[in-house]
Structure formats: structure tokens, C-alpha cells
């Protein structure tokens, strides 16, 4: 920061470490900030759309991802610039509330700001202009709400719901087996969805990877899956009619919490320790045996001794299952956590078609598959894929899928994707803006050029001439008052989005409108910042 | 020669910086006006915000207090104003903007005084008298809500919230945000007002528009053990037991040991342990508690246990929210278990969990005795949040300040330019020095239109050219003249366009940079020590007691 000089030419020292302060004000801050929010949307708007591309991105530590989803690209690209770093929490909202659209939300995001730079070049209050982006927003939700269109997600098989979770994994590295994994991903949605109160809990749906095999062996368990096999080599690979008994206690003489020591006098009283530690582990097999379980799953650990002792009296039984996959397997057996040995009922067990080990390709890693659960409360997605990069891009896509189709069981409007929604608000906009007469108007209008922007990019990254193509579609939206009509990315021949099934959730593009707007509104009311001198 | 080499007397440490005098002051002067410039562009419906970084924090805001806090100013002159713009924050919570201005504008009219030579007592003296006037008339302007029917209150109420958050990030929803902030204040116990009992939850996620009063409680989920999802997650009129006691299996004191003589013995000892926790855990079951929260953890054992039993739980329970439960519900914090009945348990309406955003949130409702209330706030980044949160607070606490105080003044600066013209007015009727003083006092008091004006990018010699004259004119129709930063004029009357402020707020921003004003111009010497910590830094840097490099050969 400047130096002020007072009378004597002594220089005042009035904030901390003055010179080591940087400090940006008016016009020098806004473009600064809009710039640096700028570079950050151009990086992403390259994985927009159905032939968007896919970033590569290195860790620190050298570990590898390639993905394509917005929220991730952002988050793991580790932003330090303060302006820039709020796209990425925009980006991150937009996955926690929604789970999908996060590229979209960034890209809309950047296209308002390169508006609003023009804008401040024309001379316009920056608060102005954002209050012209708000009455535009307004606007354009408010239309976004009439194009949309409820759809019956019970019908024919729940097939709205599939061509929706299709949409959303049409642009990821997966693509090719969308409508197979979108097909996993309603059941598994369904499965756990309470239809009455439009809850989904997504904590019920566990995803599992497993690197070998193709992307096509992904399928859907009804039941649990964890990464643990039978304590003992011995033990049956498979327990049918399975009553499981759910352990949060070792398999080892209880201890007292309490600091204890024994005093050990005699020989005579070492035997006895020793007989009766004995005698603890044939109880609680014992026990478990009384109740009528045949698999016993625990939470902890338990020697060799106990092992041993397991094997021969045929029950198999699971070590250190953790701690939210016992949850999970009470959940879709209807167990009951069972804190110690005394406690164990006949009720209290769990009951589940089969519980099965699995052992995957040529390794020599097993698992465990607990399927045809008493009440299917839990289900599992298992992806497989070639590498750990497409199992890591395979989960991350199908979490969108399952996002949409939650939402969708929340609120079942729908707009039109592949541009023509936002097309449709923006000639919708760009209407309202003749109608205002103050300096609005001209942020208004940008606004809509901002929303065009999103279509044309689409078609950018398709390969299409954006301007042309946009030009297209937007005359024969007027033309035939059609707000379905798009950008044919996929060059089926038809730029009705209808007809290309191309369904996108209202509550996301609304949620994606109204919080690039929000953001930039934001950054278009810092006029000065003041940081340390090296960022 | 020798004469001339005077002893010098070495009276302070050395390093010490000393300088008095009248430079002194027009100095503190200089240093106070550089940092209300930086506050400056903040004020007004068209202030903008400042962006300011910390170590690996951003903050970004709009409220005065917070960004003089952010500024780590050192200045001990200018210091002052952050004390003043921090008292304010306290005392009404909004206003700390015009307070740091107000104080240095009258500090930069008493600038010319003391560079001629007036003796700053007298300036101080001249300033006091003024204040004594202003808050006299201020008094004498407000206008007196109390007696009107609670709609019109109410109304009130909401046209102040509004006026603090026009300002902020939130200006465009100000209508909403009045309405929740106004409905939330309402459900606190007129009497006592205690802010702490609306709270303020931040979720990241949603639209602004998407936030939401709950009448009630609302907290995150805390961290569950095994065994929670299995519990109900929804009730009618549960039975809520409050306690501040760990569930879990654990030892009962720290240091005691236990030896065993007997092997035999060991079972018991076991079994004793689990008898303890068995029987804190039945007495919550027979009690018929139908909810259970904790100040301290509970632990997996206990979980399942109420998961069997079909009662929830949750542990961990921040105090400040196990607070706002005890007040909502009507019941009481238990520190043990021993002698729990059933009147000790509070009730709601509705309790239920549900998804907000990413996160699972408990929800009580329709409490009987709610005096608290929760605002869950959404908004699109974790900043936005946080500054829609300080601006929610200035709203809050003006409404707390207008329910008690019951008047209020207009605002747009239409308040100080009326304050303004009866001081004009009566320094013509003084003589001596008085007369100048009380006088730059009044034009001091014009900065708040003037910078208002300024921010909004208006021509702000026309507007207080304009606003002057209406206010010459005097009576009941020009006073209320302020700027007004939508129309094509630029004036129009603040109050008939409900630009309210309570009365509070002003008075206390009037009294407080007078003080400082006062304050800073009668220092006239400043006696600064050299940072003690100095000396470490001059060491060379490394390990300590090692010999420097060239020493070693």
C-alpha cells in the first residue's frame, strides 16, 4: 500500500505491516476480479455439453485423475486467487444441493462476467448492473418455470427418469453404457427412495469400486457389499438363508474400562485365569450358536484362538466390519447392533437371502456380498472398470445420475436440456429489456447474451459453428414459439429436444441461474481489495 | 566549541518516537482521515464491499466494524476509530460506517482551527455544545411509533430492517429478509430481547430466497455412531430430555485402579461396569423420554440401545444450541440421571430431520414456549453466507433496538442535514469562537448525504445544494428531505419513503465520534516504546547459542 507522509516527511505507519499490503481500488479491483473469475470458467467450459473433454489433473503427491465433472475439476486444481476461489465454492454449492450441472453453473458464471466487463468499459455503475442481472434472473426463472413440464416418473417403467439420468451421464467418459448404468442407477434410487415424503437418503446408496473387469459388469446389488472376507480360508464361501448376528464387541474376554491389574499368586490361579478365559470364548460361541445364527459379522477383531474355535463349530464369521457398513447391514437386514454376548436374541438377528463371497478376476481379493436382504433398505452400486482413473470418473458420474433422479422424485418438472432452455429464457429477457427504461436495461440485455452463451458453447465444443447454429435454433424458437429447440449435439437430425429426450431437472437450472447470479452480484460489489503483497 | 555540545539527556529508552505539539495532532488528524477513506465507499444503498485477505481467509464485507477489525490498523490515533466503529457494533450493531466518518469529517473541520492557532480545548469545547444541541433536537425530530396499533409496529419494524440491510449483499431480497428477521425478533421475549437466542445456521447450497425461520430449534446433525440411522427421525410432541452427561461405556474415574485378587472376581467387575451405564440408560427409558440430547458424547452402546427402543438421539449438542433448546422446549439441563422425572422434559410441536442442502439438519418446531427462533440461511458461497450473516445480525439488532426504543428518525441523511440547519441556524446567535466551531460542526454532519450521494455516482454538489434549500425552507415538508439514489432529482422525503432508522442508532453515532473527535484532539503528545520484540528480531536468524559462521575456523 501507498505511504502517507505526514508534515515532517515521516512516513505513517497505520495498518500492520503496511508495505507488505496490497491494495486495489475502483475500476482496477472489479477487472481484476473479474478476470481472474473469468480464467477459471474458461478452463471449464471446455468439459460443457456431450463432447465436452475431460481435464487431466496432478496432484501434489503425483496421484492422477482425469475427470469431467465441474465440482471436481475446480476443487482439485486448488485455487489461491480470493475471487477466483468463490466459483469454486459456487460450483461446490451446486453439487451439495443439486449434484449435477456444476460445469454449467461456473460457465453461466463467466459468460455474466464478461458481460459485465463490457458493461463497466461503458461506464456503468457496477451496482447497476447488478441490479439489472437480478430482474433478469427473475425473469428468466420465471419463464424457466412455464416451459417446464411435469412428467409421470412411475410411467412405463420409469423411463423419464432413466432418459434424465442418461442426460446427465451422456457427457462423461461412461457415456456409452449410460443408458445400462442409468437403468442401475434409478433402481438403486428407487430402492431406498420413500416415495410418500419425496426423501431421498443418499447415505442408503453405497458405491463400491473395484478396478478390473469393464465398465459393462457394473451392476447393482440389493443388498450390501464390503471389502472384507470370512475370517478363516476354511469357512463356507456361502451362507443361504443367512441369519446374521451383528457384533459391536470383540470376540475376546470382555475388559473392564476401568485401569485394573490381577494379581496373580498362585499357579493354581494362573490355570484358573486360563481355564476361564478358555471358557469365555466357548460361551459367546455358544451364544451365538443358542440363537440361531449362522453368520456372525463383528465390528472388532478376535484371535486365532477364537477363529479356531469359530471354524469348528461351523460358524463363519466376518472381522472388523466397519462401523457405518454395520449400520448399513442393520439397516437392509433389520439386525439390530448387539452390544455384547448376553444381549443376543433370536430377534435381534439379521435375515438375508444369501451372504456370499466373491473373489474378482485373477487377484486374489475377495468380498462380500449379503443379497436379498429382509428389508432392502440399502443397496449397493459395484463399478468396475478398467483403470482406478474410469472407476473414480464411473463413480463420480453415476453420484450425478443419482442426484438427478433424486431430485426429480423431489420435483418432477422438467425443462429441456442441450441449450434450449437457456435459449428460450433469453429471448424471454431480451424481450423484458425493451421494457425498462433506466440503465438497467443495458445489464438486462447482457444478461440474455450471457444465457446465449451457454448454448453456444455447447455447440463450441461439438464442433458445430456456434454461431450459426445458435442463430438457428434461436429463429426457429420464435419462429415456432418452441422452446424445445436446442443445439444437436449428438447430430441425430433433430433440434427438438423433445424428441431427443435430452431431460434436464428444473431445480437444477433454476439452482444454476440463480446462484451464478448471486456470485457475480458478489463480485460486482468489491471495489476494493486489500491482500498481502505476493498473491 | 565545547559549549555548544550540550549533554544530551537521554529521558526514554532509545528507539522510543516522541513528537507533540500542534503537529502532533494535525497529524493523528491525517492518520485518522486515511483510514476512514478506506470505509468510505462502503456507506449507503450503494456502498460497495471490500474484499479483504488474511493469511488464507477471505473475508468479504460491507459492515464498517468488520473491516476497520480486518485492517489490523496500528496507528494509535487511528486505532481510536476502530474502537468507536467496535462500541457501536456493540451498543446498536449498525450505523459504524457513518460513526468512522462522522468522526473524521469533524476532525478534518477542526484541522483549519488548529493550524491557526485555536487552542484545541476550545474546539473541544465548541464540538461538545454542539453535540449537547444536536442530540437535544435529534430528540426533538424523532418520531414516536409506540402508540399505534401492533400492525403498525410491526410495519415499522420492518421498514428499519430494511433500511440496515440496504445496504448489503442482500438488498434485493430485503423484502424477505425484513420479514423473517422482524418474525424472528417477535418470538424473543419482549422483555429481555437476549439476541443470543436466534440463531443463525449457515448452509451452503441454494438460493438466498431459499432460507428459512424456524420457530424453534434447528441444528446439524452431529456426529452418530453405529446404530443412528436406525433410530425414528420424526415425532409429534416427543418428550425431549436434556442432559449434560457422557453415555458411554467408559471408566468412571480417571485414576482410579482396580486390582484383582481372584480370577472369579473379573466377571464382576466387568459386569459392574456394564450395570452403570445399563442403569443411566433405563432410568432415560423409563422417564419415557422420547429424545435425548447431550452436551457430551454418547457413545455406540448407548445409540443402539435407544435405537432398540425407539427413541433418538444425538450428542455433542453445542451449548449454545443445547441453550436455545432448553429455552424453546421448556425444559431443563440434567447433569445426572439420578432422581429424572418426567417434568424436567421439554416438549415441540414437530420434530423432524431433514436434508438441507448437503447437510442432515434437526429441526424442533412449534415449540410452546419459543422464545428462540433459528434462521437457516442458504446462499451460493461459504463468503456470501457470512457476510448475508453480519448483515442479517445489523437487522437484527436494529429491530431488537426500535422494539425497545420505540423512535425513530428518517434516514438518507435527511436526519443529519435537519440537525445541520438548527445548528447553522443557532451559531449565528453565538458569539466568540463558539460560533465557527458549532458551525464546522454543521457541516461536518453533511458528509453522511454528501458521501451517500457520492457512492451512488451522483453529482453530489447538486443533491446537497438541493437538499439544503428544502431544508431552509424549514417546517414539517422540508425536513425530511434525504438523498434518494433511484429517482431522476436525486432528493425526495426519506420518511414518506420509509427510510427509517431508529432514533438510537443516530444518538449513539453522534455521541461517539464527537468523543473520539474530542478525544484524538486533545492529544498532543505521543510517547511510542519500541516494540519490545525488536530486539529478537536483530539476533541473527538460526539456531540460538551457536556461534555466527565466521566465527568458527
Known amino acids: 500500500m501507498s505511504l502517507a507522509f505526514d508534515d515532517y516527511g515521516r512516513p505513517y505507519i497505520i495498518l500492520r505491516d503496511q508495505g507488505q499490503k496490497k491494495r486495489m481500488k475502483g475500476l482496477e479491483a472489479y477487472k481484476s476480479n473479474i478476470l481472474a473469475a473469468k480464467a477459471v470458467a474458461n478452463t471449464l467450459s471446455s468439459s460443457l455439453g456431450p463432447k465436452g473433454m475431460d481435464k487431466m489433473l496432478v496432484s501434489p503427491d503425483g496421484d492422477v485423475s482425469v475427470t469431467n465433472d465441474g465440482a471436481t475439476i475446480v476443487e482439485k486444481m486448488e485455487i489461491q486467487h480470493p475471487t477466483a476461489k468463490l466459483l469454486v465454492e459456487l460450483s461446490q454449492s451446486q453439487d451439495a444441493e443439486i449434484g449435477d450441472g456444476t460445469t454449467g453453473v461456473v460457465v453461466l458464471a463467466g459468460k455474466l462476467l464478461e458481460q459485465a466487463l463490457t458493461l463497466l468499459d461503458k461506464g456503468i455503475h457496477p451496482l447497476k448492473i447488478s441490479d439489472g442481472f437480478d430482474r433478469a434472473c427473475d425473469v428468466a426463472i420465471k419463464h424457466l418455470e412455464t416451459i417446464s413440464e411435469e412428467i409421470d416418473i412411475q410411467a412405463n417403467e420409469h423411463e423419464a427418469l432413466i432418459q434424465a439420468a442418461c442426460t446427465a451421464l451422456g457427457s462423461k467418459v461412461v457415456s456409452k453404457r449410460k443408458r445400462e448404468l442409468g437403468k442401475i442407477a434409478v433402481t438403486a434410487v428407487l430402492d431406498v427412495a420413500d416415495l410418500a415424503r419425496r426423501d431421498v437418503n443418499l447415505d442408503l446408496i453405497k458405491i463400491q469400486t473395484k478396478t478390473g473387469g469393464s465398465v459393462e459388469d457394473t451392476r447393482l446389488i440389493s443388498g450390501i457389499l464390503i471389502d472384507k472376507d470370512m475370517s478363516h480360508p476354511q469357512m463356507p464361501k456361502e451362507v443361504k438363508e443367512a441369519k446374521i448376528c451383528l457384533l459391536t464387541c470383540p470376540f475376546e474376554p470382555p475388559k473392564p474400562k476401568t485401569k485394573h491389574n490381577i494379581n496373580i499368586s498362585s499357579a493354581e490361579d494362573y490355570k484358573k485365569l486360563y481355564l476361564q478365559e478358555q471358557q469365555y470364548f466357548v460361551d459367546m460361541v455358544k451364544l451365538v450358536k443358542d440363537s440361531g445364527a449362522n453368520i456372525a459379522l463383528c465390528q472388532w477383531g478376535f484371535d486365532d484362538e477364537a477363529n479356531h474355535l469359530l471354524l469348528q463349530n461351523e460358524l463363519p464369521a466376518v472381522r472388523w466390519v466397519s462401523g457405518t457398513d454395520v449400520e448399513l447391514i442393520a439397516m437392509a437386514t433389520g439386525a439390530r447392533i448387539i452390544p455384547r454376548f448376553q444381549e443376543i436374541t433370536p430377534e435381534k438377528l439379521g435375515k438375508a437371502g444369501s451372504v456370499k463371497e466373491v473373489q474378482f478376476g485373477t487377484s486374489n481379493e475377495r468380498m462380500l456380498v449379503i443379497e436379498n436382504c429382509q428389508c432392502t433398505k440399502a443397496v449397493t452400486i459395484l463399478i468396475r472398470g478398467g483403470s482406478q482413473m474410469i472407476v473414480d470418473e464411473a463413480k463420480r458420474s453415476i453420484h450425478d445420475a443419482i442426484c438427478v433422479i433424486r431430485n426429480l422424485i423431489k420435483d418432477n418438472r422438467i425443462v429441456y436440456g442441450g441449450g434450449s432452455a437457456e435459449l428460450a429464457c433469453a429471448i424471454q429477457v431480451l424481450q423484458y429489456a425493451d421494457e425498462v427504461s433506466s440503465v438497467e436495461q443495458y445489464a438486462i440485455r447482457s444478461f440474455a447474451d450471457a444465457l446465449e452463451g451457454i448454448p453456444n458453447c455447447l455447440a463450441d465444443n461439438c464442433g458445430l459453428n456456434p454461431i450459426t447454429s445458435v442463430a438457428q435454433a434461436k429463429s426457429r424458437q420464435l419462429q415456432e414459439n418452441n422452446p424445445r429447440i436446442g443445439i444437436d449435439c449428438m447430430e441425430l437430425g433433430t433440434t427438438d429436444m423433445k424428441e431427443q429426450r435430452i431431460y434436464e431437472t428444473l431445480s437444477s437450472k433454476k439452482q444454476q441461474i440463480q446462484l451464478a447470479t448471486q456470485v457475480v452480484k458478489m463480485i460486482l460489489k468489491i471495489d476494493d481489495v486489500i491482500a498481502p503483497d505476493d498473491y | ?553
Not at chain 2, 443529519?416 to 453565538?430: C, G, K, M, P, T
Open chain 2, 1 to 553: 566549541m565545547s559549549q555548544f555540545l550540550q549533554p544530551t539527556i537521554l529521558l526514554l529508552r532509545e528507539g522510543t518516537d516522541t513528537s507533540q505539539g500542534r503537529a502532533q495532532i494535525v497529524s493523528n488528524i491525517n492518520a485518522v482521515q486515511a483510514v476512514a477513506d478506506v470505509v468510505k465507499s462502503t456507506l449507503g444503498p450503494r456502498g460497495m464491499d471490500k474484499m479483504i485477505q488474511t493469511g488464507p481467509k477471505v473475508t468479504i464485507s460491507n459492515d464498517g466494524a468488520t473491516i476497520l477489525n480486518l485492517l489490523e490498523v496500528v496507528h494509535p490515533a487511528a486505532r481510536v476509530l476502530v474502537d468507536i466503529a467496535k462500541s457501536q457494533d456493540d451498543e446498536v450493531g449498525d450505523g459504524t460506517t457513518s460513526t468512522t466518518l462522522l468522526a473524521a469529517e469533524l476532525l478534518k473541520e477542526a484541522k483549519p482551527f488548529i493550524e491557526e492557532g485555536i487552542h484545541p480545548q476550545i474546539v473541544i469545547q465548541g464540538y461538545r455544545k454542539a453535540l449537547e444541541l444536536a442530540l437535544e433536537k435529534l430528540e426533538g425530530f424523532s418520531i414516536n411509533i409506540a402508540k399505534d396499533s401492533a400492525q403498525d409496529k410491526r410495519d415499522t419494524l420492518l421498514k428499519c430492517a430494511q433500511t440496515a440491510l440496504n445496504s448489503k449483499l442482500l438488498a434485493n431480497t430485503k423484502h424477505f429478509f425484513s420479514e423473517l428477521v422482524v418474525s424472528a425478533v417477535e418470538k424473543l421475549d419482549p422483555n429481555i430481547l437476549d439476541r443470543d437466542l436466534i440463531g443463525i445456521k449457515n448452509v451452503t447450497g441454494g438460493s438466498v430466497t431459499d432460507s428459512f425461520l424456524v420457530d424453534g430449534v434447528a441444528f446439524k446433525k452431529t456426529f452418530s455412531y453405529a446404530g443412528f440411522e436406525q433410530q425414528p427421525k420424526r415425532f409429534e410432541n416427543p418428550k425431549i430430555c436434556l442432559l449434560n452427561l457422557e453415555l458411554e461405556l467408559k471408566s468412571e474415574k480417571e485414576n482410579a485402579e482396580i486390582r484383582i485378587e481372584k480370577p472369579e472376581e473379573y466377571q464382576s467387575i466387568v459386569d459392574a461396569e456394564w450395570a452403570l451405564i445399563y442403569e443411566k440408560l433405563e432410568i432415560i427409558v423409563k422417564a419415557g423420554a422420547q429424545i435425548v440430547l447431550s452436551k457430551l458424547p454418547i457413545g455406540d452402546l448407548a445409540t443402539q440401545y435407544f435405537a432398540d427402543r425407539n427413541i433418538f438421539c444425538a450428542g455433542r449438542v453445542t451449548q449454545d444450541d443445547l441453550l436455545r433448546v432448553q429455552k424453546a422446549t421448556g425444559g431443563q439441563v440434567q447433569t445426572t440421571v439420578n432422581g429424572l422425572n418426567p417434568e424436567t422434559f421439554g416438549t415441540c410441536g414437530l420434530f423432524e430431520e431433514v436434508q438441507v442442502g448437503a447437510e442432515r439438519y434437526n429441526l424442533f418446531k412449534n415449540c410452546p414456549q419459543s422464545r428462540t427462533a433459528t434462521i437457516v440461511l442458504r446462499g451460493g458461497a461459504e463468503q456470501f453466507i457470512q457476510e448475508a450473516e453480519r448483515s442479517l445480525n445489523d437487522a437484527i439488532m436494529i429491530v431488537r433496538r426500535c422494539f425497545k426504543a420505540n423512535k425513530i428518525v428518517a434516514g438518507g441523511g435527511a436526519i443529519e442535514l435537519e440537525i445541520s440547519r438548527f445548528l447553522r441556524h443557532y451559531a449565528r446567535s453565538v458569539t466568540g469562537k463558539t460560533q465557527y466551531i458549532v458551525n464546522s460542526y454543521a457541516k461536518a454532519l453533511e458528509v453522511i448525504p454528501r458521501t451517500i450521494a457520492e457512492n451512488a455516482g451522483l453529482n453530489s454538489i447538486e443533491i446537497m445544494n438541493k437538499l439544503r434549500q428544502k431544508h431552509a425552507q424549514g417546517g414539517e415538508e422540508g425536513r425530511w428531505y434525504g438523498v434518494d439514489i433511484n429517482g431522476a432529482s436525486g432528493v425526495c422525503d426519506t420518511h414518506s419513503s420509509f427510510v427509517w432508522e431508529p432514533t438510537l442508532v443516530k444518538r449513539n453515532a453522534l455521541c461517539s465520534a464527537t468523543e473520539a473527535a474530542c478525544a484524538i484532539l486533545s492529544i498532543d503528545e505521543t510517547v511510542k516504546n519500541p516494540k519490545s520484540d525488536q530486539d529478537t528480531k536483530m539476533k541473527p536468524k538460526g539456531q540460538p547459542g551457536r556461534p555466527p559462521m565466521g566465527m568458527r575456523r
